[in-house]
């Protein structure tokens, strides 16, 4: 599986963005999708993720302002990020999860810069 994540850059505080993931290869293997971020000096943290059945995931910080949505046609998950503050910066990163203990997949870190 290959994930290609797009739609970061540097916004104000409040605006919004909108991340993209597409998925190729063996994404029927997917049980899950979503978007972990990583702040400098932090850790990775798990920011939200929708499963094969729909349910969907949430950090608490994010939730009521980040809406993550799948188009299954498209192979592709969106995250959709409302209200930013200068805390949401960090890079974002795609996530593919499986059934497989440790099979996992990540793709390429994309920049999500806040300035207040």
């Known amino acids: 599986v290959q994930l290609q994540a797009c739609g970061g850059g540097l916004v104000q505080a409040g605006e919004s963005l909108r991340l993209s993931c597409v998925a190729s290869?063996?994404?029927?293997?997917?049980?899950?999708i979503g978007w972990y971020r990583q702040a400098p000096g932090k850790q990775r943290e798990l920011v939200a993720d929708?499963?094969?059945?729909?349910?969907?995931n949430y950090l608490d910080s994010v939730k009521g302002r980040f809406t993550i949505s799948r188009d299954n046609a498209k192979n592709t998950v969106y995250l959709q990020m409302n209200s930013l503050k200068p805390e949401d910066t960090g890079v974002y990163y795609c996530?593919?999860?499986?059934?497989?203990?440790?099979?996992?997949?990540w793709g390429q870190g994309t920049l999500v810069t806040v300035s207040s």
């Open positions: 996530h593919g999860a499986t059934s497989v203990v440790g099979r996992e997949y």
């Open positions: 290869g063996n994404v029927l293997s997917l049980q899950a």
């Open positions: 929708v499963n094969s059945g729909g349910y969907t």
